[in-house]
Protein backbone atom coordinates (compact mmCIF):
# COMPACT_ATOMS: atom_id res chain seq x y z
CA UNK A 1 0.00 0.00 0.00
CA UNK A 2 2.69 2.61 1.10
CA UNK A 3 5.19 1.31 -1.70
CA UNK A 4 1.73 1.91 -4.53
CA UNK A 5 1.60 5.64 -2.80
CA UNK A 6 5.03 5.91 -3.46
CA UNK A 7 5.38 4.78 -6.78
CA UNK A 8 2.29 6.61 -8.16
CA UNK A 9 4.51 9.89 -6.82
CA UNK A 10 7.41 9.08 -8.52
CA UNK A 11 5.81 8.67 -11.62
CA UNK A 12 3.33 11.35 -11.51
CA UNK A 13 5.96 13.73 -10.45
CA UNK A 14 8.02 12.52 -13.81
CA UNK A 15 5.17 12.73 -15.99
CA UNK A 16 4.16 16.59 -15.03
CA UNK A 17 7.79 17.86 -14.76
CA UNK A 18 8.75 16.05 -18.14
CA UNK A 19 5.30 17.98 -19.36
CA UNK A 20 6.88 21.18 -17.85
CA UNK A 21 9.97 20.50 -20.23
CA UNK A 22 8.00 20.46 -22.97
CA UNK A 23 6.18 23.21 -22.70
CA UNK A 24 9.07 25.05 -21.90
CA UNK A 25 10.64 23.69 -25.05
CA UNK A 26 7.80 24.80 -27.07
CA UNK A 27 7.97 28.10 -25.69
CA UNK A 28 11.64 28.34 -26.30
CA UNK A 29 11.37 27.24 -29.52
CA UNK A 30 8.57 30.74 -30.10
CA UNK A 31 10.77 33.17 -28.61
CA UNK A 32 13.98 32.56 -29.83
CA UNK A 33 15.05 34.79 -32.76
CA UNK A 34 16.34 32.46 -35.26
CA UNK A 35 16.50 28.60 -36.82
CA UNK A 36 19.75 28.15 -34.99
CA UNK A 37 18.67 29.25 -31.33
CA UNK A 38 15.43 27.29 -31.78
CA UNK A 39 17.37 24.41 -32.16
CA UNK A 40 18.20 24.44 -29.00
CA UNK A 41 14.95 24.39 -26.88
CA UNK A 42 14.14 21.67 -29.13
CA UNK A 43 16.71 19.32 -27.64
CA UNK A 44 15.10 20.00 -24.08
CA UNK A 45 11.72 18.58 -25.76
CA UNK A 46 13.72 15.46 -27.31
CA UNK A 47 16.13 14.63 -23.98
CA UNK A 48 14.43 15.75 -20.94
CA UNK A 49 10.77 16.31 -22.37
CA UNK A 50 10.57 12.71 -23.59
CA UNK A 51 13.04 11.10 -20.90
CA UNK A 52 11.35 12.00 -18.13
CA UNK A 53 7.94 11.22 -19.60
CA UNK A 54 9.07 7.62 -20.78
CA UNK A 55 10.65 6.99 -17.14
CA UNK A 56 7.22 8.30 -15.68
CA UNK A 57 5.40 5.22 -17.85
CA UNK A 58 8.38 2.74 -17.30
CA UNK A 59 7.70 3.03 -13.44
CA UNK A 60 4.02 2.55 -13.80
CA UNK A 61 4.23 -0.38 -16.02
CA UNK A 62 6.72 -1.59 -13.86
CA UNK A 63 8.83 -4.53 -14.09
CA UNK A 64 7.35 -5.61 -17.71
CA UNK A 65 7.62 -6.31 -21.65
CA UNK A 66 5.78 -2.80 -21.47
CA UNK A 67 8.70 -1.45 -20.15
CA UNK A 68 11.40 -2.99 -21.87
CA UNK A 69 9.56 -2.01 -25.14
CA UNK A 70 9.36 2.05 -23.62
CA UNK A 71 13.35 1.89 -22.66
CA UNK A 72 13.84 0.63 -26.59
CA UNK A 73 11.80 3.96 -27.87
CA UNK A 74 14.20 5.83 -25.22
CA UNK A 75 17.60 4.22 -26.92
CA UNK A 76 16.11 4.89 -30.68
CA UNK A 77 15.17 8.31 -29.85
CA UNK A 78 18.82 8.74 -28.18
CA UNK A 79 20.54 7.79 -31.43
CA UNK A 80 17.83 9.59 -34.39
CA UNK A 81 17.19 12.88 -32.45
CA UNK A 82 21.04 14.31 -32.67
CA UNK A 83 21.53 12.59 -36.03
CA UNK A 84 18.23 14.59 -37.05
CA UNK A 85 18.95 18.26 -35.60
CA UNK A 86 22.51 17.71 -36.72
CA UNK A 87 20.86 16.63 -40.72
CA UNK A 88 18.97 20.07 -39.78
CA UNK A 89 21.26 22.32 -39.00
CA UNK A 90 23.95 20.94 -41.40
CA UNK A 91 21.06 21.33 -44.59
CA UNK A 92 20.46 25.17 -43.34
CA UNK A 93 23.80 25.92 -43.32
CA UNK A 94 24.60 24.36 -46.44
CA UNK A 95 21.72 26.43 -48.04
CA UNK A 96 22.89 29.42 -46.93
CA UNK A 97 21.07 30.79 -43.85
CA UNK A 98 24.03 32.29 -41.48
CA UNK A 99 23.59 31.84 -37.80
CA UNK A 100 22.40 35.05 -35.63
CA UNK A 101 25.62 36.03 -33.83
CA UNK A 102 26.39 38.47 -30.40
CA UNK A 103 30.34 38.70 -31.66
CA UNK A 104 32.26 38.00 -34.67
CA UNK A 105 33.07 34.32 -35.29
CA UNK A 106 36.18 33.82 -32.65
CA UNK A 107 38.17 30.77 -32.61
CA UNK A 108 38.61 28.23 -29.73
CA UNK A 109 40.95 25.64 -28.97
CA UNK B 1 23.93 -15.17 -58.10
CA UNK B 2 26.87 -12.31 -56.39
CA UNK B 3 25.42 -13.31 -52.99
CA UNK B 4 26.03 -16.79 -53.53
CA UNK B 5 29.83 -16.52 -54.63
CA UNK B 6 30.01 -13.55 -51.72
CA UNK B 7 29.40 -15.70 -49.24
CA UNK B 8 31.52 -18.60 -50.57
CA UNK B 9 34.03 -16.52 -49.75
CA UNK B 10 33.64 -15.37 -46.40
CA UNK B 11 31.66 -18.33 -45.85
CA UNK B 12 32.12 -19.41 -42.07
CA UNK B 13 32.50 -15.25 -41.32
CA UNK B 14 29.20 -14.35 -43.33
CA UNK B 15 27.39 -17.13 -41.75
CA UNK B 16 28.51 -16.89 -38.50
CA UNK B 17 27.63 -13.30 -38.20
CA UNK B 18 24.35 -13.59 -40.04
CA UNK B 19 23.22 -16.04 -37.36
CA UNK B 20 24.09 -14.16 -34.72
CA UNK B 21 22.26 -11.32 -36.70
CA UNK B 22 18.98 -13.49 -36.65
CA UNK B 23 19.52 -14.85 -33.31
CA UNK B 24 19.10 -10.79 -31.78
CA UNK B 25 16.83 -10.01 -34.34
CA UNK B 26 14.69 -12.98 -33.18
CA UNK B 27 14.85 -12.09 -29.45
CA UNK B 28 13.79 -8.48 -30.53
CA UNK B 29 10.27 -10.15 -32.66
CA UNK B 30 10.05 -12.39 -29.26
CA UNK B 31 10.07 -9.17 -26.78
CA UNK B 32 8.24 -6.57 -28.66
CA UNK B 33 5.54 -9.59 -29.58
CA UNK B 34 5.49 -11.05 -26.43
CA UNK B 35 3.28 -14.10 -28.32
CA UNK B 36 4.00 -17.49 -28.89
CA UNK B 37 1.74 -18.77 -31.28
CA UNK B 38 3.23 -20.92 -33.96
CA UNK B 39 1.60 -18.62 -36.58
CA UNK B 40 3.51 -15.44 -35.07
CA UNK B 41 6.54 -17.37 -34.57
CA UNK B 42 6.79 -18.22 -38.25
CA UNK B 43 6.01 -15.33 -39.50
CA UNK B 44 9.10 -13.93 -37.08
CA UNK B 45 11.12 -16.85 -38.26
CA UNK B 46 10.60 -16.11 -41.41
CA UNK B 47 11.22 -12.06 -41.47
CA UNK B 48 14.13 -12.80 -39.77
CA UNK B 49 15.22 -14.38 -42.76
CA UNK B 50 14.28 -12.03 -44.46
CA UNK B 51 16.32 -9.42 -42.86
CA UNK B 52 19.42 -11.49 -42.43
CA UNK B 53 19.50 -12.11 -46.40
CA UNK B 54 18.77 -8.48 -47.38
CA UNK B 55 21.96 -7.69 -44.65
CA UNK B 56 24.56 -10.10 -45.65
CA UNK B 57 23.53 -8.98 -49.42
CA UNK B 58 24.10 -5.54 -48.69
CA UNK B 59 27.41 -6.49 -46.40
CA UNK B 60 27.03 -5.10 -43.51
CA UNK B 61 26.66 -7.79 -41.54
CA UNK B 62 30.44 -8.18 -40.75
CA UNK B 63 31.80 -5.12 -40.28
CA UNK B 64 28.77 -2.83 -38.47
CA UNK B 65 27.55 -6.14 -36.27
CA UNK B 66 30.85 -6.00 -35.21
CA UNK B 67 31.23 -2.32 -33.78
CA UNK B 68 28.22 -2.21 -32.35
CA UNK B 69 28.67 -5.35 -30.27
CA UNK B 70 31.94 -3.33 -28.87
CA UNK B 71 30.81 0.14 -28.72
CA UNK B 72 27.54 0.26 -27.27
CA UNK B 73 28.27 -1.98 -23.59
CA UNK B 74 31.60 -1.16 -23.14
CA UNK B 75 31.85 2.53 -22.13
CA UNK B 76 29.08 2.50 -19.60
CA UNK B 77 30.42 5.03 -17.67
CA UNK B 78 30.41 7.89 -20.43
CA UNK B 79 26.90 6.99 -20.39
CA UNK B 80 25.91 7.87 -17.38
CA UNK B 81 28.12 11.07 -17.04
CA UNK B 82 26.55 12.10 -20.61
CA UNK B 83 23.06 11.56 -18.68
CA UNK B 84 23.95 14.18 -16.01
CA UNK B 85 26.03 16.63 -18.35
CA UNK B 86 22.32 16.06 -20.17
CA UNK B 87 19.83 17.21 -17.06
CA UNK B 88 22.68 20.11 -16.05
CA UNK B 89 22.61 21.67 -19.70
CA UNK B 90 18.66 21.30 -20.41
CA UNK B 91 17.70 23.38 -16.65
CA UNK B 92 20.68 25.98 -18.25
CA UNK B 93 18.40 26.17 -21.23
CA UNK B 94 15.16 25.87 -19.88
CA UNK B 95 15.87 28.66 -17.45
CA UNK B 96 17.24 31.18 -20.66
CA UNK B 97 14.25 30.42 -22.35
CA UNK B 98 12.11 30.87 -19.71
CA UNK B 99 13.86 34.67 -18.36
CA UNK B 100 11.69 37.47 -19.41
CA UNK B 101 14.71 39.17 -20.47
CA UNK B 102 16.31 35.95 -22.66
CA UNK B 103 19.81 36.45 -21.54
CA UNK B 104 21.30 34.28 -25.22
CA UNK B 105 23.98 35.03 -26.29
CA UNK B 106 24.38 32.97 -29.58
CA UNK B 107 28.18 31.67 -30.60
CA UNK B 108 29.81 29.68 -33.19
CA UNK B 109 32.82 27.63 -32.30
CA UNK B 110 35.40 25.86 -33.63
CA UNK B 111 36.58 22.91 -31.52
CA UNK B 112 39.36 19.81 -31.77
CA UNK B 113 37.88 16.55 -31.35
CA UNK B 114 40.77 14.40 -30.42
CA UNK B 115 39.45 10.59 -31.32
CA UNK B 116 41.14 8.71 -33.65
CA UNK B 117 38.57 6.55 -35.56
CA UNK B 118 35.83 8.03 -36.72
CA UNK B 119 33.22 6.20 -34.84
CA UNK B 120 34.62 8.23 -31.73
CA UNK B 121 34.42 11.52 -33.48
CA UNK B 122 30.84 11.34 -34.37
CA UNK B 123 29.99 9.68 -31.27
CA UNK B 124 31.67 13.18 -29.49
CA UNK B 125 29.21 15.53 -32.45
CA UNK B 126 26.16 13.60 -31.41
CA UNK B 127 26.68 13.69 -27.81
CA UNK B 128 27.05 17.75 -28.16
CA UNK B 129 24.36 17.85 -30.45
CA UNK B 130 22.08 15.64 -27.90
CA UNK B 131 23.07 18.04 -25.37
CA UNK B 132 20.64 21.13 -25.24
CA UNK B 133 22.48 24.49 -26.02
CA UNK B 134 25.00 22.79 -28.24
CA UNK B 135 24.66 21.80 -31.88
CA UNK B 136 27.15 20.28 -33.65
CA UNK B 137 27.27 21.89 -37.34
CA UNK B 138 29.72 20.09 -39.37
CA UNK B 139 32.26 18.05 -39.04
CA UNK B 140 35.68 18.24 -40.99
CA UNK B 141 38.27 15.85 -40.12
CA UNK B 142 39.27 16.78 -36.71
CA UNK B 143 37.44 19.92 -36.62
CA UNK B 144 34.05 20.27 -35.07
CA UNK B 145 32.21 23.00 -35.86
CA UNK B 146 29.78 24.02 -32.67
CA UNK B 147 26.80 26.17 -32.72
CA UNK B 148 26.21 27.28 -29.15
CA UNK B 149 23.28 28.96 -27.39
CA UNK B 150 25.77 30.86 -25.20
CA UNK B 151 29.22 30.76 -23.92
CA UNK B 152 28.92 29.05 -20.96
CA UNK B 153 27.06 26.04 -22.72
CA UNK B 154 29.70 25.13 -24.56
CA UNK B 155 32.36 25.36 -21.73
CA UNK B 156 30.44 22.77 -20.02
CA UNK B 157 31.25 20.33 -22.16
CA UNK B 158 34.15 21.16 -24.39
CA UNK B 159 37.61 19.76 -23.70
CA UNK B 160 35.90 17.63 -21.17
CA UNK B 161 33.56 15.87 -23.16
CA UNK B 162 36.18 15.70 -25.32
CA UNK B 163 38.76 13.60 -23.20
CA UNK B 164 35.41 11.70 -21.81
CA UNK B 165 34.39 10.33 -25.48
CA UNK B 166 38.26 10.25 -26.41
CA UNK B 167 37.83 7.51 -24.32
CA UNK B 168 35.25 5.56 -26.46
CA UNK B 169 38.10 5.26 -28.99
CA UNK B 170 39.26 1.60 -30.36
Given at each position: MMLETVREGLSWACLLSGGFFLVAGGIGMLRLPDFYTRMHPAGVIDTMGAGLILLGLMIQAGFSLVTVKLLLIALFLLFTSPTAVHALAKAARHGGLEPLLVNTEENDE | MRVFQRLARGRRRAWRHGFYLGLVLFGLWLLLSGSFKPLLLGLGFLSTLLVVYIALRMDVADHEGRSIHINVFRPVGFWVWLVGQIVRANLHVTYRVL????PISPEVFHVRASQDSELGRVTYANSVTL??????IDLQGNELEIHALDREAVEAMVGHKDSRAAALDL
Open positions: - | HPRLTPGTIA
